[in-house]
């Protein structure tokens, strides 16, 4: 995978947060991704996110799976930790990093395919072991990178690219999370920066496993076989001399509208989502209520935004707490410190005897 670095330039005049960055400093490399991919929308709102709350970008660590999505770690903070992992196997990584260091503030970025399909089990695992990080879903309902196959929350009724029509039933990462015990729960529209950016910050300053399902439209596999203008039919009435692809130019789908507000959002395919943002009335902090609100709204075809269910009590089940880890980062201890010596493993096996 090549990278493409930004040119170092930045204005005198931008403005700087507390530590004197400006929000270049939290920047990547160039986005490969596909013009008015709703993926560089977040990547743009984490960037506006880190900036915002000062965050040191050498005390960030960004991880990520396969898939469109997982390209975007390398897009902001080029100075943070990374790990790039095995597709669906970003909370492993996440999990071992976080139980060497845990000073340090651990982003996941995936996609629905890396979470939903083959990393469902981990995810799950990372929400039950309330693993302290902030876990982003980059979900477009397809599988980008090979060519725009369902992804598993992909909804019913929903048309691929080459036609075929989904019948199975989508995998809400949302109300899963809630079943699960999920202590921050939210969901947002990757054009809707006004309101990514907050939850973000919000997210990353939550202790325990904060999660925040994004809506990201996909501007490549949007489009259907029925189209004259499509992909599929250019290269069933054309025989190129040369093998090659384009990707058209697509303006970025952005959404502006009130608490309480319902507002429908016109893809570049041409379908509708319905978005309908919290109002002020709504209780985040009651998780049977808030998951019945949220499959009330489902039904009528419209997803709920915002931050849907929170719970801010002290968590006796965070990862740090019941498995006792040390305040320090692992590297910082002495050898005796990390080192049971004889008799110590003696007994750490006699327990499995």
Avoid at 14 to 42: M, Q, V, W
Avoid at 283 to 306: C, F, K, V, W
Wanted: with cysteine.
């Amino acid at each position: 995978m090549t990278f493409i670095a930004k040119p170092k330039v930045a204005h005198p005049s931008l403005p700087k947060n507390a530590l004197g960055f400006t929000r270049r400093d939290y920047e990547g490399a160039l986005s490969t991704l596909c013009a008015g991919c709703g993926h560089d929308s977040i990547t743009a709102a984490i960037v506006e996110a880190s900036w915002g709350i000062a965050l040191e970008p050498q005390n960030m660590v960004k991880l990520s799976g396969i898939g469109c999505s997982s390209k975007t770690t390398a897009y902001f903070v080029s100075g943070a930790h990374g790990f790039n992992s095995v597709h669906g196997r970003m909370p492993s990584i996440a999990m071992g990093a976080n139980a060497a260091n845990r000073q340090l503030s651990y982003i996941g970025v995936s996609g629905d395919g890396d979470t939903l399909s083959i990393g469902l089990g981990q995810f799950c695992h990372a929400i039950r072991r309330n693993l302290d990080m902030l876990y982003i879903i980059e979900n477009n309902g397809v599988y980008g990178l090979t060519k725009g196959q369902f992804s598993a929350s992909a909804d019913i009724g929903t048309r691929a690219k080459k036609g075929e029509t989904n019948f199975q039933p989508p995998i809400d990462p949302v109300l899963l999370a809630m079943t699960l015990g999920a202590t921050f729960v939210a969901r947002s529209f990757s054009g809707d920066k006004q309101q990514l950016v907050p939850l973000i910050q919000a997210g990353l300053k939550h202790e325990g496993f904060a999660l925040i399902d994004v809506l990201s439209p996909c501007v490549t596999f949007n489009d259907h076989e029925g189209s004259t203008k499509s992909y599929a039919y250019t290269r069933e009435h054309y025989e190129p001399a040369v093998h090659a692809d384009f990707i058209p130019l697509e303006r970025e789908i952005t959404a502006d509208y009130a608490p309480g507000e319902t507002l429908p959002v016109l893809m570049h395919d041409g379908s509708r989502i319905v978005l309908r943002k919290l109002d002020a009335a709504y209780d985040p902090t009651n998780r049977s209520a808030a998951a019945a609100h949220i499959q009330e709204r489902m039904r009528a075809g419209e997803y709920l935004t915002g931050l849907l269910y929170i719970d801010e009590a002290e968590a006796t089940n965070e990862f740090h707490a019941v498995n006792a880890t040390p305040d320090a980062p692992l590297n910082s201890l002495s050898h005796e410190a990390l080192c049971p010596g004889a008799a110590g493993l003696e007994r750490l096996l006699a327990r499995y005897r």
